[in-house]
């Protein structure tokens, strides 16, 4: 079985703080994805990275950096938290090429005061 | 701009009950349809659609799609109280990265 596991459940920082979200997958996958899933809005992918080192924008990037130094981890940085990134985030990651679903980690409930 | 929309956004039922959950897409070069289950942590994978008119079964559960029309549906029957769950259904298209655009979710709430 596919096993996604993000470091934290829960986590509250203070604004203007720097804040790691950890991902580490087992299954040698290429891609890896950051979503952040909100009440009436979905998940909606932050960056996702399709090797290591390799990463793209997804659709609201802003105020996030990922890092992507070796397969196995990918990990999502505010650099700045503010309090609208408040947000369940979650972390996910596929074999490269088509035909294969994302399987996700439980989750990071991060709330930022 | 890739879409995805889904309805119900909640739906209540009680056990037994056959219920079906929609999802329309607009999505860039289009390539797979696909549905998750989401009850307190990871989403858990339900089913990949490709091709129009096929139906996916597992359990209780199925889908089809239809690329002619843009949508998707998931039926569940005989519903239980361990169905009560967040349904996702997402589109990818695109490269093939995997990129997924997803739909708003819809809440299904089984009473015994």
């Known amino acids: 079985d596919v096993k996604v596991t993000q470091s934290s459940r829960y986590l509250v920082k203070r604004t203007g703080e720097k804040v790691f979200l950890e991902c580490v997958q087992d299954?040698?996958?290429?891609?890896m994805f950051w979503y952040r899933q909100d009440p009436g809005l979905g998940l909606r992918l932050i960056y996702f990275s399709y090797d290591v080192k390799m990463k793209e924008k997804g659709d609201i990037p802003e105020g996030y950096s990922v890092s992507r130094e070796k397969k196995e981890r990918f990990s999502l940085i505010l650099e700045s938290a503010s309090t609208n990134q408040t947000s369940m985030y979650l972390c996910?990651?596929?074999?490269?090429?088509?035909?294969?679903?994302?399987?996700f980690g439980d989750g990071t409930r991060l709330s930022i005061l | 701009e890739d879409k995805v929309v889904q309805s119900p956004l909640s739906l209540v039922v009680h056990e037994g009950d056959t219920v079906t959950l929609n999802c329309s897409y607009e999505?860039?070069?289009?390539?797979?349809l696909l549905w998750y289950k989401q009850e307190k942590k990871a989403p858990t994978f339900l089913f990949m659609l490709?091709?129009?008119?096929i139906e996916k079964k597992s359990g209780r559960l199925s889908s089809i799609l239809d690329k002619k029309e843009l949508f998707s549906i998931l039926n569940i029957t005989a519903t239980q109280t361990g169905d009560s769950a967040v349904y996702l259904c997402?589109?990818?298209?695109?490269?093939?990265?995997?990129?997924?655009?997803f739909g708003q979710g819809t809440i299904l709430t089984v009473h015994p």
């Open positions: 299954m040698d996958h290429e891609n």
């Open positions: 997402a589109g990818a298209g695109g490269t093939s990265y995997g990129k997924l655009t």
């Open positions: 490709t091709s129009s008119g």
């Open positions: 996910a990651s596929r074999p490269g090429g088509t035909g294969q679903p994302q399987h």
């Open positions: 999505v860039t070069n289009f390539r797979s």
